[in-house]
């Protein structure tokens, strides 16, 4: 038993951050995956307690269920978004110095792509982190070209088909 801790502290540590809603979960749930294959340990942080690995090699840890945060009322996207940023940045840090007290420091932080504030998080608790995209290379050219202003969408036009 105590070697198999010893050579689990001297793995990696990656902490995969998804966002919780539907198609962004699975997409991290197969990167850890891919990981942990690697020889990496992976944690996955949560902030719904229904979340659960069906896989013993990926852990989930749960940080404040945003239901249950205050009696703030959450009416809108915007609400929804403000109140993550809110629980998160107060959570995660205590997450991670659990992680190291607990003598599996994480080295990198790997966040979803619309929560872009996490990665502020990680860099001032002195960590690496890495932005995870669930959408298609596709569309991170449209955005692009969107950006640029090299894409030119017009109305749509009576009788045109898409």
Known sequence: M????V??????????????????????????????SKGLKVTLVATNKSMQSQDSSIKVE??????????????SVDSFLDRLQVVVSRGLPELIEKQKRLGCPVKIVVYDSTMPWVLDIAHKLGLYGAVFHTQSCAVAAVYYHMHKGSLKIGPATEGSTV
Do not use: Y
């Not at 105590?2 to 801790?5: A, D, G, I, S, T």
């Open 2 to 5: 105590e070697r198999q801790e």
């Open 7 to 36: 050579a689990t502290s001297s793995k990696t540590h990656v902490l995969l951050f998804p966002f919780t809603a539907q198609g962004h979960i699975n997409p991290m749930v197969q990167f850890s995956k891919r990981l942990v």
């Open 62 to 75: 749960h940080i404040a269920n945003l239901l249950d945060e205050g009696d703030q009322i959450i009416d």
